[in-house]
């Protein structure tokens, strides 16, 4: 995970598979919208990596969208409520991701609830389909976007969740595995006296014994 706290130019690319950008947020829509209105910065350290990436072609770039703090996570879970608002975030940030170069998309759910669980899973669907068909997809357009050279248009194609290792029984584990190419587990805050937990062992049992693939 990168995050622009940390100059773009400090990382070592050489070492990684996949580098992921976090994070872009969302309106209550699902349109894309750059958080703290930071669309320099962000646009120009996504052009750095896709520079970089022509160095490392085996690296692959994705961008995370996330409801990780309070400014994201009342407009991801009102897309996430919505038909519309789905459908709709799914054909942008596949655009984007065709826009700039990048390889996919991470969708790093942190903070689920029982009643969008199923909406989660149609949403990794509708994204799965579009990466699959690759048809004509608009993108939202900016001003400062088109002053970055992104090189040629990718072929977006891997999907990737970042799931709570807390609160795994808000989830459909075994259908969000067989729709994204791999799962990261956050355990970091298990020892939490809050959470009741045994630890990361428990998280990963609770991860096969639902379905979630070994591979993934």
């Not at 947020?25 to 962000?42: L, R």
């Not at 355990?187 to 993934?216: M, Q, R, S, Y």
């Amino acid at each position: 995970y990168y995050h622009s706290e940390i100059n773009v130019c400090l990382l070592n690319t050489s070492l990684p598979t996949h580098i992921i950008y976090t994070s872009i947020g969302i309106d209550f829509d699902g349109n894309i919208k750059f958080p703290y209105g930071d669309d320099i910065q962000i646009l120009s350290e996504l052009n750095f990596l896709d520079k970089t990436q022509q160095m490392q072609p085996d690296m692959k770039i994705l961008v995370s969208f996330s409801d990780i703090d309070d400014i994201q996570q009342r407009p991801f879970n009102a897309m996430l409520s919505s038909h519309a608002a789905r459908k709709n975030f799914a054909k942008n940030v596949v655009g984007f991701c065709k826009k700039c170069n990048l390889d996919g998309v991470d969708l790093n759910y942190q903070r689920p609830n029982k009643q969008n669980r199923d909406n989660f899973v149609d949403l990794l669907k509708r994204i799965k389909e579009l990466m699959h068909s690759l048809i004509h997809i608009e993108t939202l357009h900016s001003s400062s976007f088109n002053i970055f050279m992104f090189s040629d248009t990718a072929d977006p194609h891997t999907l990737s969740v970042t799931l709570n290792g807390g609160a795994l029984h808000k989830y459909k584990l075994k259908e969000i595995s067989k729709k994204s190419k791999f799962t990261n587990l956050m355990t970091f805050d298990l020892e939490n006296p809050k959470i009741d937990v045994i630890g990361i062992d428990w998280a990963v049992n609770i991860c096969i014994t639902e379905g979630v693939h070994l591979n993934k």
